[in-house]
């Protein structure tokens, strides 16, 4: 079955302590991406790859790395989580970037006390 | 800054109306928009697609309109369902400068209830 799959679905962390989330598609996608949905605003970007080793910063990249080691693989790092980065994530993939229909995962509930 | 943008953050519809779910956009260089259903606790589902070059797409029970003169997208639910209740969002691709880069910016939402 064709899917995107995230680690874990819900996470509670302390403040300052470094935390990944996983990301992992089967469909040999090239572009993936990870959004931050909160309420009123929507889902925004966070950071975004086109390929492998080829990655470039959303419209919220404050506070998040990533890498693209492999096609299949975009794990979200926060090295030191504050609460403002409680939220709820998605990773997505797709083709061939924003011009086709983007699979999303089934998303992440982070929060940071 | 630019953004995707919805008229009616909440529509309430009985069952067997049709729905209409409006969009504006900013930025007239899209050229490719998606409406995603999103039910709670899941993540956004693909509902229908559009390119620039087309004004309208039909789908199962749903339309998708595209009117690029004043930037504005509406998706139509026909005959909607209690299964259709949701929150809604439009999606534009959007070319980043002149990087070739591309990126779907989405919209805020809009809720559909639907009362049996």
């Known amino acids: 079955e064709a899917q995107v799959t995230q680690n874990p679905r819900y996470l509670i962390t302390v403040t300052g302590k470094k935390l990944t989330v996983t990301c992992s598609q089967n469909?040999?996608?090239?572009?993936m991406s990870w959004y931050r949905q909160d309420p009123g605003l929507g889902l925004r970007q966070i950071y975004y790859?086109?390929?492998?080793?080829?990655?470039d910063k959303g419209d919220v990249p404050e506070g998040y790395k990533v890498s693209r080691k492999e096609k299949r693989n975009f794990p979200l790092i926060l090295e030191s989580p504050s609460p403002n980065q409680t939220s709820l994530y998605f990773c997505?993939?797709?083709?061939?970037?924003?011009?086709?229909?983007?699979?999303f995962g089934q998303g992440t509930r982070l929060t940071v006390v | 800054g630019e953004s995707v943008g919805l008229h009616l953050p909440t529509l309430s519809v009985q069952e067997g109306d049709n729905s209409i779910i409006n969009c504006a956009y900013s930025?007239?260089?899209?050229?490719?928009f998606i409406w995603y259903k999103q039910e709670s606790g899941k993540g956004p589902q693909f509902i229908i697609d559009?390119?620039?070059?087309?004004d309208k797409r039909q789908g199962q029970r749903v339309t998708v309109l595209l009117n690029k003169t004043v930037k504005h997208l509406s998706l139509q639910i026909a005959a909607t369902q209690p299964g259709d209740s949701a929150v809604y969002f439009c999606?534009?691709?959007?070319?980043?400068?002149?990087?070739?880069?591309?990126?779907?910016?989405f919209g805020t939402g809009t809720r559909l209830l639907v009362s049996p």
């Open positions: 790859s086109m390929n492998v080793e080829v990655t």
């Open positions: 930025n007239s260089a899209s050229d490719y």
């Open positions: 559009i390119r620039s070059n087309m």
């Open positions: 469909m040999n996608h090239e572009y």
């Open positions: 999606a534009e691709n959007r070319p980043k400068g002149n990087t070739g880069f591309q990126k779907l910016v």
């Open positions: 997505a993939s797709s083709l061939k970037g924003g011009n086709t229909e983007a699979f």
